[in-house]
C-alpha cells in the first residue's frame, strides 16, 4: 500500500512546494494592497518563458537563473507601477478588472512571442536528473523544492519582522492611511512587495517548469489558481499560512489522481471510476468549503467591516 | 427632474426598430457567407450574457466570476434535450446512444437552459453569496471550474455525452425557412438571435427599472445603508444572481447554436474574463454600454482587426510585426488603456434613451 | 522634403501596382487551409500546412475547364481548438474558397464541418481519423486511414509484437482524436485477450507524473497515448525521468520529430502506425528537403530539422487530390467540385487515393515506425495490411 502511495506524495511534495513559492506572492499583495494580483501566475509563467529565450541564447547557467529572477522581479515591478498604481484610489473592483487585464495581456504577448507553442524548457544540470528515493524514481528538483521553500521562507519572516522595510510592510498591511500618515512611503513598500513576490515566482518557475519542461501561454493560470486557492486556505495575509496551504493542496491534488488505484489496491472498488480528472476541481470545492466554514482560512486575522 | 419628455423614449424604440428591420434586410440582400452576420450573431449572444453580468456586477455590485459556469449549463441544457434522437447514437458513441431519448422544442430547450442555470445559481448562492467582494469572485470561479469537470466526468457520460463534443443540435442555420428543395426562402438565421436576446435584455430592463432594481442599486451604493432601509439583502442578492444566472444559461444556449458544437473544457475562467472585460469596455452599470461593447469587441476580434494576424504587403514593403497572434497583443493594449485611463467605459452609466435627452448636469464623479 | 517623400511614396505605389498586376496575370482558384498554427497542435498543423505549401511550390497553376488558375493558399487559424474553429472556418468561408484542407485534429474538423456544408463548400480531411468526420455527410472527404484500422493496427501490434497483456491509455479528456483511437485500440486489445485501464487528462494539464505512476502501479506492459504532439512530448520526456521503461504507442500525431527528439537519449520504446515512410518517394522526399534547406520559416515550422513527419506527406497528396477534384469538376464552384469529388483518384506519395461511399480513402495498410533512441530517428519497424 506504502508503495503505491508514496510516489504521488512525493510529486505532491514537489509541487506543492512550487505552489507555495507563487502563494507568498498571492498572500503578501493581498496582506498590503487587498488585491488579488490575477496576473500573478502569468508572471510566473512569464519567468519561464523568459528562461526559455536566455538559455536558447546559450548563456551559462550561473548568468541564466539569476538575470531571469532579476528580469521577473523587474516585471513585477513595472506591473504594479503601470497598471495598479494610476487605480490607487479607484474602487477595488477597478483594481481587480486591471489585474484580469494584464493577465489577458500577458498571456495574449507570450501566445504572440512564441506562436502559441509549446515551448520546451531547458534541462538545468543538478535538478533535472533523476534520482531514487525509497523506490520510486524522480527528478533531484522533487527533493530540493521542499528544503529550498523553507530556507526562503525563513529568510523571508525574518525580513518581515527583523527590517525597516519589514516593519513597514506589516504597518501598511495593519492600517494602509495611518501607516501613511506616519510618513512611510507607501509607494516604495508596495513596490518592494511586488518585487519580493515577483522573485519568489520566478524561483518558483524554475522549480515547477524543471519538473514539467513544457512552457505555453496558459501554463500559469492553473499553478495560480491554485497557488491563490493555498493562500485563502492558509489565511490570506499569512506567509506561514500560505505555504502549508500550498503544500496540503499539492499532496491532496496528487493522491487524487492516483485515488482510482489507491482504492483499487485497497479492494474498496473493482473498476477504476476516472476520478483523477477531479484533481483541479477538488482545490476548489476546498476552497468553497473553507470560505463557508472558516472564510478568514487557517491562519487569517479576523478582519471586522468598519462602516 | 423636470417634467419627462415622451421624445428620448419614442426616439428609443425607434433606434431599436431601425436596427432590427436592418438586420432582416441585411440578411435578405448580403450573401450569408459575409462575415457581418457571424458578428452580428456571435455579437447578440455575447451581448445577452455581457448584459446577464452586468446585472450583478454593475447594478448590484456583486463581483462575481462564475459566468462561464452558467454558460456551460445553459449550454448542456440546450444540446442534451434538443439534438435530434435520430442523430443520438452518432453524438453518443461512447454510451450507446445516452440515457435520454426525447427532445424538448428549441424555445423550451432555451428557457430549460435558463432554469437549470439559475438552479443551480441558487444551489452555489445559499454558501457563497455570504461572502465579500473578492472571496465571492473566487468562489463563483471556483464553482464554475468544478461545473466543467464534472460535466466532464465520464460516469456522467450517457448524459452529458462526458467530456466529448455534444453536436447536431438546431442551431441558427435552422431558422431559416426552407423550400420543400432545401432552398433558403427567408434568411431568419441572424434575427432570429437579435429577437432572442432583444427579449431577454429588455426582461432584464424591465427589472431593472422596477422597485427590484432599485433596491439592487441601492445594495451597490452602500450595503449597510441599504439594509438599514429595509431592503432584505440575502433574499436580494440571491434573487439578482439567480435572475443573472438564468440568462447567462440562456446566453450559453445561443452560444452553443452559433457554435453548432459545444465542448465543456473551453468554458474556462478566459471565457469569464473576456465577458468581464466587454462589460467594463461598455461601461459598469450600463445595459446599452454592454450591448454595443459586445459587438465592437466581437466585430474587432473576428473581423476588423483579422489582418493583424497576416503578413501584409504595401507594395514590396512588408509591414513588420504582423503575424498569428498580433491582433490579441493589439486588442490588449486597447484593453488596458481603458481599464486604466477610461474607467468609465464607452456610455458610463448612461443608457440609450440618456443620449437623446438634452445634456444634464452629470452628477459629480465619484 | 516633403516633395521627396511624395516622390518616393508615388513610386512605391507604382512599383507596387506593377508588383500585383505581375502577380494577378491569371484568375485565381482559393484553397482553404484550416488547420491549427497554434496551440497543443500548434506543431502538427504546421508540418501538416508545409505539405500543402510544397505541394502549391510544386504545382502553383491548375486547368479548370480550359483555364489556367493560379492556386492560393487561404489559411485560417483554428488554434487547435473547437471554439476557435467555427470563426476559422467562417473566414474560410467568407474568402470564397473553392475547397478546404484539414484540418489536423478530429475535433475542430467536426466543430468545423457545418459552417462548410451550409456554405456548399468541399472538405477534404487530410489527418483526421475519427469516423465521426465523414460519417452522415456528404461534404467532407478524408484522404487517410480511419481509427478503427488504425486502432486494430495498434492493438494487434501491442499484443502479438510486444507480447503485451495490460495496456494502460492515456488521453485528453474530450479530444475526439484521443478518445476514439483509445476506444478502437481498446476494443480490439480486449479482444486479443487483453486488460486495459484507461484514464483522461484535462486540456493544458501539464503534469504526467501521477499518470504515469498510475500506470507503473497497474503493472501496464504497455501506455497507449495517442495524443497531441505537445502531451506526447511530455509524457515520453517525463516518463524518462521517472525510469519508466515501459514501451509507449501512439497513433499518426506521435510521427513527429519533435517527439522522436523527445525520446532521444532515454530507454523508451516509441512506437507510431503513421501514412508514410521517409525513404518510400526519393522524388517527394529530396524535393521537400531542399525546400526547407532554403527556406528558413518553413525549417522552423518543421520543428528545426528536415525529417519529414507523415502528416506532411498527407498535406501534400491532399493537395493534388483537390486539384484532381478541381479539373473533374470543370469549374470553381464549390458544390461542383463537391460533385466531382467521390469520382477522383490519385496516384499520391502516401499511396493510390479513391474513395469509399461515405467519402473515406479506401487504405489497408498502415506503417509502423519506432524511434532509435541513439540517433533520435525514425526508423521502419513493419507495413501493417488488414483486410
Request: charged residues 15%.
Given at each position: 500500500?506504502?508503495n503505491?502511495i508514496?510516489?504521488?506524495?512525493?510529486?505532491?511534495?514537489?509541487?506543492?512546494?512550487?505552489?507555495?513559492?507563487?502563494?507568498i506572492?498571492?498572500t503578501?499583495?493581498?496582506?498590503?494592497?487587498?488585491?488579488?494580483?490575477?496576473?500573478?501566475g502569468?508572471?510566473?509563467?512569464?519567468?519561464g518563458?523568459?528562461?526559455?529565450?536566455?538559455?536558447?541564447?546559450?548563456?551559462?547557467?550561473?548568468?541564466?537563473?539569476?538575470?531571469?529572477?532579476?528580469?521577473?522581479a523587474?516585471v513585477?515591478?513595472?506591473?504594479?507601477?503601470?497598471?495598479?498604481?494610476?487605480?490607487?484610489?479607484?474602487?477595488?473592483?477597478?483594481?481587480?478588472?486591471s489585474?484580469?487585464?494584464?493577465?489577458?495581456?500577458?498571456?495574449?504577448?507570450?501566445?504572440?512571442?512564441?506562436?502559441?507553442?509549446?515551448?520546451?524548457?531547458?534541462?538545468?544540470?543538478?535538478?533535472?536528473?533523476?534520482?531514487?528515493?525509497?523506490?520510486?524514481?524522480?527528478?533531484?528538483?522533487?527533493?530540493?523544492?521542499?528544503?529550498?521553500?523553507i530556507?526562503l521562507?525563513?529568510?523571508?519572516?525574518?525580513?518581515?519582522?527583523?527590517?525597516?522595510?519589514?516593519?513597514?510592510?506589516?504597518a501598511?498591511?495593519?492600517?494602509?492611511?495611518?501607516?501613511?500618515l506616519?510618513?512611510?512611503?507607501?509607494?516604495?513598500?508596495?513596490s518592494?512587495?511586488?518585487?519580493?513576490?515577483?522573485?519568489?515566482?520566478?524561483?518558483?518557475s524554475?522549480?515547477?517548469?524543471?519538473n514539467?519542461?513544457?512552457v505555453?501561454?496558459?501554463?500559469?493560470?492553473?499553478?495560480?489558481?491554485?497557488?491563490?486557492?493555498?493562500?485563502?486556505?492558509?489565511?490570506?495575509?499569512?506567509?506561514?499560512?500560505?505555504?502549508?496551504?500550498a503544500f496540503?493542496?499539492?499532496?491532496m491534488?496528487?493522491?487524487i489522481?492516483?485515488?482510482?488505484?489507491?482504492?483499487?489496491?485497497?479492494?474498496?472498488?473493482?473498476?477504476?471510476?476516472?476520478?483523477?480528472i477531479?484533481?483541479?476541481?477538488?482545490?476548489?470545492?476546498?476552497?468553497?468549503?473553507?470560505?463557508?466554514?472558516?472564510?478568514?482560512?487557517?491562519?487569517?486575522?479576523k478582519?471586522?467591516?468598519?462602516? | 427632474?423636470?417634467?419627462?419628455?415622451?421624445t428620448?423614449a419614442?426616439?428609443?424604440?425607434?433606434?431599436?426598430?431601425?436596427?432590427?428591420?436592418a438586420?432582416?434586410?441585411?440578411?435578405?440582400?448580403?450573401?450569408?457567407?459575409?462575415m457581418?452576420?457571424?458578428?452580428?450573431?456571435k455579437?447578440?449572444?455575447?451581448?445577452?450574457?455581457?448584459?446577464?453580468?452586468?446585472?450583478?456586477?454593475?447594478?448590484?455590485?456583486?463581483?462575481?466570476?462564475g459566468?462561464?459556469?452558467?454558460?456551460?449549463?445553459?449550454?448542456?441544457?440546450?444540446?442534451?434535450?434538443?439534438?435530434?434522437?435520430?442523430?443520438r447514437?452518432?453524438?453518443?458513441?461512447?454510451?450507446?446512444?445516452g440515457?435520454?431519448?426525447?427532445?424538448?422544442?428549441?424555445?423550451?430547450?432555451l428557457?430549460?437552459?435558463?432554469?437549470?442555470?439559475?438552479f443551480?445559481a441558487?444551489?452555489i448562492?445559499?454558501?457563497?453569496?455570504?461572502?465579500?467582494?473578492d472571496?465571492?469572485?473566487?468562489?463563483?470561479l471556483?464553482?464554475?471550474?468544478?461545473?466543467?469537470?464534472?460535466?466532464?466526468?465520464?460516469?456522467m457520460?450517457?448524459?452529458?455525452?462526458?467530456?466529448?463534443?455534444?453536436?447536431?443540435?438546431?442551431n441558427?442555420?435552422?431558422?431559416?425557412?426552407?423550400?420543400?428543395?432545401?432552398?433558403?426562402?427567408?434568411?431568419?438565421?441572424?434575427?432570429?438571435?437579435?429577437?432572442i436576446?432583444?427579449?431577454?435584455?429588455?426582461?432584464?430592463?424591465?427589472?431593472?427599472?422596477?422597485?427590484?432594481?432599485?433596491?439592487?442599486?441601492?445594495?451597490?451604493?452602500?450595503?449597510?445603508?441599504?439594509?438599514?432601509?429595509?431592503v432584505?439583502?440575502?433574499?436580494?442578492?440571491?434573487?439578482?444572481?439567480?435572475?443573472?444566472?438564468?440568462?447567462?444559461?440562456?446566453?450559453?444556449?445561443?452560444?452553443?447554436?452559433y457554435?453548432t458544437?459545444?465542448?465543456a473544457?473551453?468554458?474556462?475562467?478566459?471565457?469569464t474574463?473576456?465577458?468581464?472585460?466587454?462589460?467594463?469596455i461598455?461601461g459598469?452599470?450600463?445595459?446599452t454600454?454592454?450591448?454595443?461593447?459586445?459587438?465592437?469587441?466581437?466585430?474587432?476580434s473576428?473581423?476588423?482587426?483579422?489582418?493583424?494576424?497576416?503578413?501584409?504587403?504595401?507594395?514590396?514593403?512588408e509591414?513588420?510585426l504582423?503575424?498569428?497572434?498580433?491582433?490579441?497583443?493589439?486588442?490588449?493594449?486597447?484593453?488596458?488603456?481603458?481599464?486604466?485611463?477610461?474607467r468609465r467605459?464607452?456610455?458610463?452609466?448612461?443608457?440609450?434613451p440618456?443620449?437623446?435627452?438634452?445634456?444634464?448636469?452629470?452628477?459629480?464623479?465619484? | 522634403?516633403?516633395?521627396?517623400?511624395?516622390?518616393?511614396?508615388?513610386?512605391?505605389?507604382?512599383?507596387?501596382c506593377?508588383?500585383?498586376?505581375?502577380?494577378?496575370?491569371?484568375?485565381?482558384?482559393?484553397?482553404?487551409?484550416f488547420?491549427?498554427?497554434?496551440?497543443?497542435s500548434?506543431?502538427?498543423g504546421?508540418q501538416?500546412?508545409?505539405?500543402?505549401?510544397?505541394?502549391?511550390r510544386v504545382?502553383?497553376?491548375?486547368?479548370?475547364?480550359?483555364?489556367?488558375y493560379?492556386?492560393?493558399?487561404?489559411m485560417?487559424?483554428?488554434?487547435?481548438?473547437?471554439?476557435?474553429?467555427?470563426?476559422?472556418?467562417q473566414k474560410?468561408?467568407?474568402?470564397?474558397?473553392?475547397v478546404?484542407?484539414?484540418s489536423?485534429?478530429?475535433?475542430?474538423?467536426?466543430?468545423g464541418?457545418?459552417?462548410?456544408?451550409?456554405?456548399?463548400?468541399?472538405?477534404?480531411?487530410?489527418?483526421?481519423?475519427?469516423?465521426?468526420?465523414?460519417?452522415?455527410?456528404?461534404?467532407?472527404?478524408?484522404v487517410?486511414?480511419?481509427?478503427?484500422?488504425?486502432?486494430?493496427?495498434?492493438?494487434?501490434y501491442?499484443f502479438?509484437?510486444?507480447?503485451?497483456?495490460?495496456?494502460?491509455?492515456?488521453g485528453?479528456?474530450?479530444?475526439?482524436?484521443d478518445?476514439?483511437?483509445?476506444?478502437?485500440?481498446?476494443?480490439?486489445?480486449?479482444?486479443?485477450?487483453?486488460?486495459?485501464?484507461?484514464?483522461?487528462?484535462?486540456?493544458?494539464?501539464a503534469?504526467?507524473?501521477?499518470?504515469l505512476?498510475?500506470?507503473t502501479?497497474?503493472?501496464?506492459?504497455?501506455?497507449?497515448?495517442?495524443?497531441?504532439?505537445?502531451?506526447?512530448?511530455?509524457?515520453?520526456?517525463?516518463?524518462?525521468?521517472?525510469?519508466?521503461?515501459?514501451?509507449?504507442?501512439g497513433?499518426?500525431?506521435?510521427?513527429?520529430n519533435?517527439?522522436a527528439?523527445?525520446?532521444?537519449?532515454?530507454a523508451?520504446?516509441?512506437?507510431?502506425?503513421?501514412?508514410?515512410?521517409?525513404g518510400?518517394?526519393?522524388?517527394?522526399?529530396?524535393?521537400?528537403?531542399?525546400?526547407?534547406?532554403?527556406?528558413a520559416e518553413?525549417?522552423?515550422?518543421?520543428?528545426?530539422?528536415?525529417?519529414?513527419?507523415?502528416?506532411?506527406?498527407?498535406?501534400?497528396?491532399?493537395?493534388?487530390?483537390?486539384?484532381a477534384?478541381?479539373?473533374?469538376?470543370?469549374?470553381?464552384?464549390g458544390?461542383?467540385?463537391m460533385?466531382?469529388?467521390?469520382?477522383?483518384?490519385?496516384?499520391?506519395?502516401?499511396?493510390?487515393?479513391?474513395?469509399?461511399e461515405?467519402?473515406?480513402?479506401?487504405?489497408t495498410?498502415?506503417?509502423?515506425?519506432?524511434?532509435?533512441?541513439?540517433t533520435?530517428?525514425?526508423?521502419?519497424?513493419?507495413?501493417?495490411?488488414?483486410?
Open positions: 500500500m506504502w503505491t508514496f510516489p504521488y506524495l512525493l510529486s505532491g511534495i514537489s509541487v506543492g512546494g512550487q505552489y507555495a513559492l507563487i502563494a506572492g498571492y503578501m499583495v493581498y496582506g498590503i494592497l487587498r488585491l488579488i494580483n490575477f496576473a500573478h502569468d508572471v510566473f509563467m512569464v519567468a518563458i523568459i528562461m526559455v529565450y536566455i538559455a536558447a541564447s546559450g548563456l551559462p547557467l550561473w548568468v541564466s537563473v539569476p538575470l531571469v529572477l532579476i528580469i521577473t523587474a513585477g515591478f513595472v506591473i504594479e507601477r503601470v497598471a495598479y498604481k494610476p487605480l490607487r484610489s479607484a474602487p477595488r473592483m477597478s483594481v481587480m478588472i489585474a484580469i487585464g494584464v493577465s489577458y495581456t500577458l498571456q495574449n504577448l507570450v501566445l504572440y512571442i512564441t506562436g502559441g507553442l509549446n515551448k520546451q524548457y531547458p534541462a538545468i544540470p543538478g535538478i533535472s536528473e533523476s534520482i531514487q528515493i525509497g523506490g520510486a524514481t524522480t527528478k533531484v528538483v522533487t527533493v530540493v523544492t521542499p528544503v529550498l521553500v530556507l521562507v525563513v529568510a523571508l519572516v525574518l525580513l518581515i519582522n527583523r527590517t525597516k522595510i519589514g516593519m513597514a510592510m506589516r501598511v498591511s495593519k492600517d494602509f492611511e495611518t501607516a501613511q506616519m510618513g512611510i512611503k507607501i509607494n516604495s513598500v508596495i518592494t512587495t511586488f518585487v519580493i513576490g515577483s522573485f519568489l515566482a520566478g524561483v518558483g524554475v522549480l515547477y517548469f524543471t514539467y519542461p513544457t505555453i501561454q496558459t501554463s500559469g493560470a492553473m499553478p495560480g489558481l491554485k497557488a491563490f486557492v493555498a493562500a485563502v486556505f492558509g489565511g490570506i495575509g499569512s506567509i506561514p499560512g500560505a505555504v502549508i496551504g496540503i493542496i499539492g499532496i491534488e496528487n493522491l489522481k492516483g485515488l482510482d488505484i489507491i482504492l483499487f489496491k485497497a479492494g474498496l472498488v473493482t473498476k477504476p471510476l476516472g476520478l483523477a477531479f484533481s483541479d476541481a477538488f482545490t476548489f470545492a476546498l476552497l468553497i468549503i473553507i470560505l463557508v466554514v472558516k472564510p478568514t482560512g487557517l491562519f487569517g486575522e478582519t471586522t467591516d468598519k462602516v | 427632474m423636470k417634467a419627462k419628455s415622451k428620448p419614442i426616439l428609443t424604440w425607434l433606434v431599436i426598430a431601425v436596427i432590427y428591420v438586420v432582416f434586410v441585411a440578411e435578405q440582400l448580403l450573401p450569408p457567407s459575409s457581418l452576420f457571424t458578428v452580428l450573431k455579437g447578440a449572444t455575447y451581448a445577452l450574457v455581457a448584459v446577464s453580468m452586468n446585472l450583478l456586477n454593475g447594478f448590484t455590485g456583486i463581483f462575481s466570476l459566468q462561464a459556469g452558467f454558460m456551460l449549463i445553459g449550454a448542456y441544457v440546450y444540446g442534451i434535450f434538443t439534438i435530434p434522437v435520430a442523430d447514437p452518432v453524438v453518443y458513441q461512447y454510451y450507446d446512444g440515457a435520454i431519448q426525447f427532445t424538448v422544442p428549441v424555445i423550451a430547450a428557457i430549460l437552459a435558463g432554469l437549470a442555470a439559475a443551480f441558487f444551489l448562492g445559499l454558501p457563497v453569496l455570504r461572502l465579500k467582494s472571496y465571492l469572485a473566487i468562489a463563483t471556483g464553482f464554475a471550474e468544478i461545473m466543467r469537470v464534472l460535466i466532464q466526468w465520464n460516469p457520460g450517457p448524459i452529458t455525452n462526458g467530456a466529448n463534443m455534444l453536436r447536431l443540435f438546431p441558427f442555420n435552422d431558422f431559416n425557412l426552407r423550400d420543400a428543395s432545401g432552398n433558403v426562402t427567408l434568411y431568419l438565421s441572424t434575427l432570429v438571435p437579435f429577437l436576446a432583444g427579449v431577454c435584455i429588455g426582461l432584464i430592463v424591465l427589472l431593472l427599472n422596477s422597485g427590484y432594481g432599485r433596491a439592487l442599486k441601492a445594495i451597490r451604493d452602500d450595503e449597510i445603508a441599504a439594509e438599514a432601509m429595509g432584505n439583502l440575502a433574499h436580494h442578492k440571491r434573487l439578482a444572481f439567480c435572475i443573472s444566472s438564468f440568462f447567462a444559461g440562456i446566453g450559453g444556449a445561443m452560444l452553443a447554436m457554435q458544437t459545444v465542448q473544457k473551453f468554458f474556462t475562467t478566459a471565457m474574463y473576456e465577458i468581464l472585460l466587454i462589460v467594463v461598455g459598469v452599470g450600463s445595459v454600454g454592454s450591448v454595443l461593447s459586445s459587438f465592437l469587441f466581437v466585430a474587432a473576428e473581423w476588423w482587426l483579422r489582418f493583424l494576424d497576416e503578413k501584409q504587403m504595401i507594395g514590396n514593403f509591414v513588420p504582423l503575424r498569428n497572434g498580433f491582433r490579441l497583443v493589439v486588442f490588449s493594449i486597447i484593453i488596458m488603456v481603458v481599464v486604466l485611463f477610461f467605459g464607452i456610455m458610463g452609466t448612461r443608457e440609450l440618456d443620449l437623446f435627452r438634452k445634456k444634464r448636469k452629470e452628477g459629480a464623479v465619484k | 522634403m516633403k516633395k521627396l517623400a511624395m516622390i518616393v511614396l508615388a513610386l512605391v505605389l507604382a512599383l507596387s506593377f508588383a500585383v498586376s505581375l502577380a494577378e496575370d491569371l484568375p485565381v482558384v482559393k484553397i482553404g487551409i488547420e491549427p498554427a497554434s496551440g497543443d500548434g506543431a502538427g504546421k501538416e500546412t508545409l505539405g500543402v505549401q510544397y505541394a502549391n504545382q502553383p497553376t491548375v486547368d479548370i475547364g480550359g483555364t489556367t493560379k492556386v492560393e493558399l487561404v485560417a487559424d483554428n488554434g487547435s481548438s473547437a471554439d476557435k474553429a467555427p470563426s476559422a472556418a474560410l468561408v467568407s474568402e470564397n474558397v473553392s478546404v484542407l484539414g489536423y485534429g478530429s475535433g475542430v474538423s467536426i466543430a464541418s457545418e459552417y462548410f456544408k451550409n456554405a456548399n463548400i468541399p472538405a477534404i480531411g487530410l489527418t483526421c481519423t475519427n469516423p465521426q468526420v465523414t460519417a452522415g455527410n456528404s461534404h467532407y472527404f478524408r487517410c486511414f480511419l481509427d478503427p484500422f488504425q486502432g486494430t493496427v495498434l492493438a494487434n501491442a502479438k509484437e510486444l507480447g503485451a497483456k495490460t495496456a494502460y491509455c492515456l485528453e479528456a474530450g479530444n475526439d482524436y478518445q476514439g483511437l483509445i476506444t478502437f485500440f481498446q476494443q480490439a486489445f480486449e479482444g486479443l485477450g487483453g486488460t486495459v485501464m484507461h484514464e483522461d487528462f484535462l486540456t493544458n494539464n503534469d504526467f507524473t501521477a499518470f505512476t498510475t500506470a502501479a497497474i503493472g501496464a506492459d504497455v501506455i497507449f497515448c495517442p495524443v497531441s504532439i505537445a502531451y506526447s512530448t511530455q509524457i515520453v520526456a517525463q516518463a524518462a525521468s521517472q525510469g519508466i521503461t515501459i514501451p509507449v504507442l497513433g499518426d500525431t506521435l510521427d513527429s519533435v517527439v527528439a523527445a525520446a532521444k537519449g532515454t523508451i520504446d516509441l512506437v507510431v502506425t503513421t501514412f508514410y515512410q521517409e518510400a518517394n526519393a522524388d517527394f522526399d529530396n524535393g521537400f528537403k531542399a525546400w526547407l534547406a532554403e527556406d518553413a525549417m522552423t515550422n518543421n520543428g528545426g530539422n528536415d525529417m519529414i513527419a507523415g502528416v506532411t506527406c498527407m498535406g501534400y497528396d491532399g493537395y493534388f487530390t483537390a486539384l477534384a478541381l479539373q473533374a469538376a470543370g469549374s470553381t464552384d458544390a461542383a467540385v460533385a466531382a469529388l467521390p469520382g477522383v483518384e490519385i496516384d499520391g506519395v502516401s499511396g493510390h487515393i479513391a474513395f469509399d461515405t467519402g473515406d480513402a479506401i487504405r495498410s498502415a506503417f509502423v515506425k519506432k524511434v532509435n533512441n541513439e533520435g530517428d525514425w526508423e521502419f519497424v513493419a507495413e501493417q495490411t488488414i483486410e
